[in-house]
């Protein structure tokens, strides 16, 4: 029997590690070349079962529309036929129009970033939440969810619906509002990342459990990995798989198996790693990862450089270079 795409999809992601790669750049925000061109041909010589672009690690929505394609281009060029490329999509809100005006071109450049991942070759589409809608009344802001996800669906492109914290700039998704979404046509499942809400993830988890078994929960939880496969996560998308990804992957490998003991080892490694670099403020996580890959020496020191304004500490970078000897990263 001939899979539809999205199941197909589906299957690839199943069991795998799609890391959430940064990019590279110079101290003045410029992006990297060459060393976004080593990176490129570090992560797919390792375990993963593809990478997510133009998503919030590598600050996709900041990106101008030529950095995105070339991104995505040279991240195609090299991965694997088997491999997938999850793509971000949304848009930045414009301040100065009105509530409509601005949700309408917010939303055509929203279709537009998702035509151009499709065009480019994206096999699936991670929706931003749509914060944006939250400035309409009470009323209609759920119902507008729904439909800007279906306009997404109707696309023909596997979709995801992330449910991130709010204080990252997401969405409390109401568990109705979320059947709704995860009813629409195309869409293969849910990327959650809750942070520190261990009952909201245990809450979702158990509605795809039960009452969405065929969509995948696709963990996010950086810092509580093992944890989201014991509750039934299939797969991870993760920023912390961005450097070192084979223990991540050897990890949910280790679970599906049922080899325990490894299961265990590797979770205390992986918690060890997330505690050192996913820690407040957590938006600097970007620039711990890129730290991450110059002491490995992936990409050289002057390219681990993020827009958000952070500097690096000794502290941190002597945490970040004791994690990766202490956790055995590599």
């Known amino acids: 029997m001939m899979l539809s795409r999205a199941e197909r999809i589906k299957f690839r992601m199943r069991g ?16 990297h070349e060459d060393a ?3 990176y490129v041909a570090y992560l797919t010589a390792q375990r993963i079962a593809g990478v997510a672009v133009w998503v919030h690690t590598g600050r996709g929505l900041h990106l101008q529309r030529e950095q995105r394609q070339s991104i995505l281009q040279a991240w195609k060029e090299a991965l694997k036929p088997n491999q997938i490329i999850v793509a971000g ?7 100065s129009l009105s509530i409509r005006e601005r949700i309408e071109r917010w939303k055509r450049e929203s279709m537009k970033m998702a035509e151009d991942a499709i065009s480019g070759g994206a096999d699936a589409l991670l ?9 309409l009344p009470a009323q209609e802001r759920e119902k507008a969810v729904v439909q800007y996800h279906e306009d997404l669906a109707q696309l023909g492109t596997p979709l995801v619906v992330f449910y991130l914290y709010e ?28 942070l520190d809400s261990v009952m909201t993830m245990q809450t979702i988890a158990r509605l795809l459990a039960v009452e969405f078994p065929n969509h995948l929960h696709i963990t996010g939880e950086d810092r509580m990995f093992g944890y989201a496969l014991m509750r039934g ?20 490998a280790a679970y599906r198996d049922k080899n ?34 110059a002491v490995a020496k992936v990409i050289p020191g002057e390219a681990a450089c993020d827009i958000a304004g952070y500097e690096i500490t000794e502290q941190e970078l002597t945490a ?8 055995r990263l590599y």
Request: glycine fraction near 8%.
């Open 16 to 31: 795998g590690l799609i890391p959430a790669v940064p990019v590279p750049r110079y101290e003045d925000g410029e992006v």
């Open 36 to 38: 976004q061109a080593a």
């Open 89 to 95: 999509v949304g848009a930045l809100p414009e301040s």
């Open 127 to 135: 929706v931003f939440p749509p914060i944006i809608l939250r400035e």
């Open 167 to 194: 204080k990252a700039g997401g969405w409390s998704y109401s568990l109705d509002l979320l059947r709704k979404l995860l009813s629409l046509p195309n869409v293969i499942g849910v990327k959650l990342a809750t």
């Open 233 to 252: 996560a299939h797969s991870a998308l993760v920023g912390l798989g961005a450097a070192f990804p084979n223990i991540q992957a050897d990890l949910i």
């Open 260 to 293: 325990y003991a490894r299961f265990i080892d590797l979770s205390e490694r992986v918690d060890g790693y997330a505690e050192a670099t996913f820690n407040e403020p957590m938006d600097k996580y970007i620039l711990r990862m890129l730290h991450c890959l």
């Open 320 to 327: 970040i270079r004791r994690a990766i000897i202490e956790y």
